[in-house]
């Protein structure tokens, strides 16, 4: 073999000198070639040829090699040379070294280490030896050339605990990549309790990304496991059954449960237990005589409040009534602690979460047809025109002895003497409230039901129905007359208000769809604090809420203020109100977050199956790739490409024809019909 003309290099790094670098976190042993460019040129160990700088070289050895004799012949002496060394590597006790010199803190040079170790002279083999022991072994001390570092005891115990997570994570990785493999492969496989950790990483890592603690490692995972890294998780746990297809992830991401902890049950059953009979005293007026009637949505089981109403003379005599939750559920309680890290029940098409546990929300507090129950009731003298003329506040004792749905409202308003006189009502308090500037949407709400043969309906729910009417109006009555009442008796309280709109797009006469829709992008946003202010959308001086306190801890809240002016109970201090504001705005803002989005994907899925229909939207905008459009049917907003083939305008009502749609990445192509 022939390694060309001899190349003059300095005294130091001489041809055949053998050397060692660092490669890939390895130590390579080499034979001096020559130099050229600044470069050694150098054959290692493992018979290739390489060129580096001579500061990358780790370790200079005293011995040479004969070049004369050949390619193999040089690679095999490398060999036996590194072979020796090992060999004298494992005579060394790195830990026994720096428990000698850690207490010294000082830098330590390669030969003074070699001859701690061993008692002949020192070779290059012993110099190297040490070198590759503390190479490979960081934990004791730190590198710089041909010298050495002891670390501390603090520093030693971090490094073995950082290195015991590296070790753990790469065992994890192994062995999850292996196990998701074999997965894959198996036509019904189980999770065996052993992989419930990369379980837990994967789900992290499909959850929250680069956010994830988990994010290095489930990536490792996935690809070496050959997964898809957009989806491949998803489906490989619905594979698992861990999740199923129609999973909610925001409810994973929120870390929200729909179940109650075994304490907060514990609580629920004492609660229950306690009840006592209900009986008037001196401060609770006795109703049950009335007639009382509550109207709610098909299904509900949480009724948090009621109407009655009485003709006195020439008007009416209106009482609002809300179950009195807080006569049972003291404050900080592990049930009122509970509810609070909640802030309020969750509505969703496949799900319903109760703020509350049910054996209260749906039975110990709900005002249940037939049963005598506590409440806070709002009494309000109203003259023909509907017009307040004066308002009682007062803890009550009420029996409910109808309760029916919207759709039974809107069928019997017409025939039903009381649905009737309250619809009348409802409908002047409207006519106030609009003379007042007030911004009444008329947008409908859509409603998603899914059967127990998870087939998907999808249907428009008019708001401005006789039964919707009737209730919302009654509401916002009684929370504006406890506005007023807090107002007037200078007590805090929790107050919403909303500024003025940027701009008005709709007047009392309500407006097309497509000005509705704007304006409500338009809609100050709402604020909670405790100072009253006027609330623009509702034309409303001072506006709080009570009248869900079993779905809402607001209302809750405000539920406590207002007993607490009743003399029923101490009331919170404004450090204490303005605590409750900032504890429920985060589940608040998840809340609104998880119900839209599950809509939306709810709608999604049901679109899925009507592939190529064609169906009518409404122009939003224009934006510089695309159009915004409304499906009118579904109320969602989509997208359709802006090289469609027409100029639209907004405003514009288009036939479009759905191409393709996706519920789960939240897709759906759009093509102008």
């Not at 679109?607 to 499906?631: I, P, Q, S």
């Given at each position: 073999?022939?390694?060309?003309?001899p190349?003059?290099?300095?005294?130091?790094?001489?041809?055949?000198?053998?050397?060692?670098?660092?490669?890939?976190?390895?130590i390579?042993?080499?034979?001096?070639l020559?130099?050229k460019?600044?470069?050694l040129r150098?054959?290692?160990?493992h018979?290739?040829?390489?060129?580096?700088?001579?500061?990358?070289l780790?370790?200079?050895?005293?011995?040479?090699?004969?070049?004369?004799?050949?390619?193999?012949a040089?690679?095999?002496?490398?060999?036996?040379?590194?072979?020796?060394?090992?060999?004298?590597?494992k005579?060394?006790?790195?830990?026994?070294?720096?428990?000698?010199?850690?207490?010294?803190?000082t830098?330590i040079?390669?030969q003074?280490?070699?001859?701690?170790?061993?008692?002949?002279?020192?070779?290059?083999d012993?110099?190297?030896?040490?070198m590759?022991?503390?190479?490979e072994?960081?934990?004791?001390?730190?590198?710089?050339?041909?010298?050495?570092f002891?670390?501390s005891?603090?520093?030693?115990?971090?490094?073995?605990a950082?290195?015991?997570?590296?070790?753990?994570?790469?065992?994890?990785?192994?062995?999850?990549s292996?196990w998701?493999?074999?997965?894959?492969?198996?036509?019904d496989?189980?999770?065996?309790?052993?992989k419930?950790?990369?379980?837990?990483?994967?789900?992290?890592?499909?959850?929250?990304g680069?956010?994830?603690?988990h994010?290095?490692?489930?990536?490792?995972?996935?690809?070496?496991?050959?997964?898809?890294?957009?989806?491949?998780?998803?489906?490989?746990?619905?594979?698992?059954?861990?999740?199923?297809?129609?999973?909610?992830?925001?409810?994973?991401?929120f870390?929200?449960?729909?179940?109650?902890?075994?304490?907060?049950?514990?609580?629920?059953?004492?609660?229950?237990?306690?009840?006592?009979?209900?009986?008037?005293?001196?401060?609770?007026?006795?109703?049950?005589?009335?007639?009382?009637?509550?109207?709610?949505?098909?299904?509900?089981?949480?009724f948090?409040?009621?109407?009655?109403?009485?003709?006195?003379?020439?008007?009416f005599?209106?009482?609002?009534?809300?179950?009195?939750?807080?006569?049972?559920?003291?404050?900080?309680?592990?049930?009122?602690?509970?509810?609070?890290?909640?802030?309020?029940?969750i509505?969703?098409?496949d799900?319903?979460?109760?703020?509350?546990?049910?054996?209260?929300?749906?039975?110990?507090?709900?005002?249940?047809?037939?049963?005598?129950?506590?409440?806070i009731?709002?009494?309000?003298?109203?003259?023909?025109?509907?017009?307040v003329?004066?308002?009682?506040?007062f803890p009550?004792i009420?029996?409910?002895?109808?309760?029916?749905t919207?759709?039974d409202?809107?069928?019997?308003v017409?025939?039903d003497?009381?649905?009737?006189a309250?619809?009348?009502?409802?409908q002047?308090?409207?006519?106030?409230?609009?003379?007042?500037e007030a911004?009444?949407?008329?947008?409908?709400?859509?409603?998603?039901?899914?059967?127990?043969?998870?087939?998907?309906?999808?249907?428009?729910?008019?708001?401005e129905?006789p039964?919707?009417l009737?209730?919302?109006?009654?509401?916002?009555?009684?929370?504006?007359?406890a506005?007023r009442?807090?107002?007037?008796?200078?007590?805090s309280?929790?107050?919403?208000?909303?500024?003025e709109?940027?701009?008005?797009?709709?007047n009392?006469?309500?407006?097309t769809?497509?000005?509705n829709w704007?304006?409500?992008?338009?809609?100050?946003?709402?604020?909670?604090?405790?100072?009253?202010?006027?609330?623009?959308?509702l034309?409303?001086?001072?506006?709080?809420?009570?009248?869900s306190?079993?779905?809402?801890y607001?209302d809750?809240?405000?539920?406590?203020?207002?007993?607490?002016l009743?003399?029923?109970?101490?009331?919170?201090?404004?450090?204490?109100?303005?605590?409750?504001?900032q504890?429920?705005?985060?589940?608040?803002?998840y809340?609104?977050?998880l119900?839209?989005e599950?809509?939306?994907?709810?709608?999604?899925?049901?679109?899925?199956?009507?592939?190529w229909?064609?169906?009518?939207?409404?122009?939003?905008?224009?934006?510089?790739?695309?159009y915004v459009?409304?499906?009118t049917?579904?109320?969602?907003?989509?997208s359709?490409?802006?090289?469609?083939?027409?100029?639209?305008k907004?405003?514009?009502?288009?036939?479009?024809k759905l191409?393709?749609?996706?519920?789960?990445p939240?897709?759906?192509?759009?093509?102008?019909?």
């Amino acid at each position: 073999m022939t390694f060309g003309d001899p190349v003059v290099i300095g005294l130091a790094m001489e041809t055949g000198k053998i050397v060692e670098y660092i490669d890939r976190k390895q130590i390579v042993c080499a034979v001096v070639l020559g130099k050229k460019n600044q470069k050694l040129r150098m054959l290692t160990e493992h018979n290739r040829e390489v060129s580096h700088t001579e500061k990358r070289l780790a370790h200079v050895g005293g011995e040479h090699l004969d070049l004369g004799t050949g390619r193999d012949a040089l690679v095999n002496r490398l060999q036996e040379i590194v072979a020796r060394r090992r060999r004298l590597q494992k005579q060394i006790d790195i830990k026994a070294l720096w428990e000698v010199f850690h207490a010294e803190a000082t830098w330590i040079d390669l030969q003074t280490m070699a001859e701690f170790f061993f008692d002949s002279e020192i070779s290059s083999d012993h110099t190297s030896a040490v070198m590759r022991a503390l190479f490979e072994d960081r934990l004791y001390f730190k590198f710089d050339s041909n010298r050495f570092f002891p670390n501390s005891p603090e520093r030693v115990a971090q490094i073995a605990a950082q290195t015991a997570q590296e070790a753990r994570k790469a065992h994890i990785i192994k062995e999850g990549s292996r196990w998701v493999r074999k997965v894959l492969e198996t036509p019904d496989p189980s999770v065996p309790s052993d992989k419930e950790e990369i379980i837990d990483v994967l789900k992290s890592f499909y959850l929250f990304g680069k956010e994830s603690p988990h994010y290095d490692t489930g990536k490792d995972i996935v690809s070496r496991s050959g997964l898809d890294p957009k989806d491949g998780p998803f489906h490989f746990l619905v594979k698992l059954g861990i999740w199923n297809h129609d999973e909610n992830l925001n409810f994973h991401r929120f870390g929200i449960s729909d179940t109650f902890p075994p304490e907060t049950m514990e609580a629920v059953k004492e609660l229950a237990y306690k009840r006592t009979k209900v009986k008037p005293d001196v401060k609770r007026r006795d109703l049950t005589h009335l007639s009382t009637i509550t109207i709610d949505g098909k299904g509900t089981l949480d009724f948090d409040d009621a109407i009655s109403i009485e003709p006195e003379g020439d008007g009416f005599r209106l009482w609002i009534h809300i179950t009195d939750v807080s006569h049972f559920l003291e404050k900080g309680s592990v049930v009122d602690e509970e509810a609070l890290a909640r802030g309020s029940s969750i509505y969703m098409p496949d799900k319903h979460i109760p703020m509350l546990p049910r054996p209260l929300a749906e039975d110990v507090y709900s005002l249940k047809e037939g049963q005598d129950r506590l409440a806070i009731s709002i009494a309000a003298s109203l003259d023909y025109s509907a017009r307040v003329l004066e308002y009682k506040i007062f803890p009550s004792i009420i029996r409910v002895n109808r309760q029916i749905t919207y759709y039974d409202a809107n069928l019997m308003v017409n025939q039903d003497p009381e649905l009737a006189a309250i619809y009348e009502v409802a409908q002047k308090l409207r006519g106030f409230r609009l003379n007042a500037e007030a911004i009444q949407l008329t947008l409908p709400e859509m409603n998603v039901w899914i059967d127990n043969n998870r087939e998907i309906s999808v249907t428009q729910i008019n708001r401005e129905s006789p039964g919707r009417l009737m209730v919302s109006e009654c509401m916002i009555l009684a929370n504006w007359l406890a506005g007023r009442f807090f107002r007037d008796h200078g007590q805090s309280t929790i107050y919403r208000s909303q500024p003025e709109p940027s701009r008005r797009l709709i007047n009392e006469n309500g407006g097309t769809l497509y000005q509705n829709w704007m304006q409500r992008r338009l809609l100050s946003r709402v604020i909670i604090g405790i100072e009253p202010e006027p609330h623009a959308g509702l034309g409303l001086d001072v506006y709080v809420t009570l009248t869900s306190p079993l779905r809402k801890y607001l209302d809750l809240a405000t539920q406590r203020q207002l007993r607490s002016l009743l003399e029923l109970e101490a009331s919170y201090s404004d450090e204490e109100l303005r605590f409750i504001i900032q504890a429920v705005e985060q589940p608040m803002s998840y809340i609104t977050v998880l119900q839209r989005e599950r809509l939306r994907y709810w709608i999604l899925r049901y679109l899925e199956r009507h592939v190529w229909n064609k169906e009518e939207a409404l122009v939003l905008e224009k934006r510089r790739h695309r159009y915004v459009v409304l499906l009118t049917k579904y109320m969602i907003e989509c997208s359709l490409p802006l090289n469609c083939g027409v100029d639209l305008k907004p405003e514009d009502t288009i036939l479009v024809k759905l191409e393709r749609v996706s519920a789960r990445p939240d897709m759906i192509g759009l093509s102008l019909a």
